[in-house]
């Protein structure tokens, strides 16, 4: 069995693990690594045994697949001329800047066999993954991802660090367009939405409640979830799940007819687990569980969330601010 070719595409603080992950993966050469700061790809390179390059185009020829991990801005640019160049491509979150940037790579996947996958990790954890037959019908759904401030990240809002993640999560457990986006944000402590909630309303019914801050006294990753006759709550760091259901299995509460249960699984890595997918259908030419079109959905009520957080932060500013009633 051939070894697949992967390229890493920026080794900054998240493609070093790519790079890492994907050197000690079995049936994978790491044949290069892809850096502007010379010296950052050269300690990379020199550290799994293959080729530093500054220029990403260099790779072309050499790879069957790339992760990009560059900043945003860059996402579109490399990952169209892999594509174009037959090349997979796993592309870091949030996919690109704009949906039509976003339609341009899935129709050069569309016409030509390439493969995307986006880098939505929160996928691969295992409590998401058990929830698979669990989550039917979700009506309300609430989300707290809040992380202690770090200056990687700031040169987004937080709906593109951070709350992207949950609304990948969301979409694929509620499988219903947006009716409408209530949003509220406040940048704190960098030029950018440091903190955000917002309230989706889907056409089936649904509502969720979603909150992201990266300027929190403590980490906290938990989803709540509601259906009929079941409550799942999943705290996504501890790779657990709570399930309270009616007429379940499991420790009867005083709520009649209700009982929980409570499951933990193994800390996999699931950045690891996430790549070892990209992996398995570049070889089998299968989609990935996170396509184009997953990443593109989850862009777009991104940014209808913040054009909202914008518009009515620019109306605020504008107006002479609260009153004393």
């Known amino acids: 069995m051939e070894p697949i070719r992967v390229g890493v595409i920026g080794v900054g603080y998240l493609g070093k693990f790519h790079a890492e992950k994907y050197a000690r993966m079995d ?7 892809v850096d502007i700061i010379p010296e ?5 390179a020199k550290r799994h045994g293959t080729a530093p390059y500054t220029d990403y185009r260099d790779l072309m020829g050499q790879v069957d697949a790339v992760s990009v991990a560059v900043p945003t801005p860059l996402h579109f640019p490399i990952s169209r001329d892999f594509l174009e160049n037959d090349v997979d491509v796993l592309i870091e979150k949030p996919m690109t800047e704009t949906l ?10 569309d016409s030509g066999g390439p493969i995307i996958q986006v880098g939505h990790l929160e996928r691969f954890n295992p409590a998401v993954i058990a929830l698979t037959e669990v989550v039917t019908y979700p ?20 709906v593109l660090d951070l709350m ?4 990948d999560i969301i979409l694929n457990f509620v499988k219903s367009e947006v009716k409408s986006v209530h949003a509220a944000g406040v940048p704190v402590v960098s030029s950018r939405v440091d903190i955000a909630n917002a309230r989706l309303v889907f056409k089936n019914g649904c509502v969720a409640n979603i909150t992201a801050s990266r300027i929190s006294l403590k980490d906290m990753r938990k989803i709540r979830i509601f259906q009929k006759d079941t409550y799942v709550s999943v705290d996504y760091a501890n790779h657990e799940i709570t399930i309270i259901r009616k007429n379940g299995k499991g420790i009867e509460l005083p709520i009649p007819g209700m009982s929980l249960q409570r499951s933990s699984f193994e800390k996999a890595n699931s950045l690891e687990s996430e790549l070892e997918a990209f992996v398995q ?17 989850a862009l777009r009520v991104a940014l209808d969330i913040m054009q909202q957080i914008e518009a009515t932060n620019k109306k605020f500013q504008g107006s002479k601010g609260f009153r004393d009633y």
């Open 27 to 33: 049936g994978v050469e790491l044949a290069g690594v």
């Open 40 to 44: 950052r790809a050269k300690g990379i």
């Open 100 to 109: 039509e940037e976003a339609d341009a790579l899935i129709k050069i996947a």
């Open 139 to 158: 009506l309300f759904i609430e989300s707290h991802r809040l992380h202690i401030f770090r200056e990687r990240g700031t040169e987004v809002d937080v």
């Open 164 to 167: 992207i993640h949950d609304l």
């Open 281 to 297: 259908s570049v070889r089998n030419r299968e989609a990935p569980l996170v396509s184009g079109r997953d990443g593109r959905n």
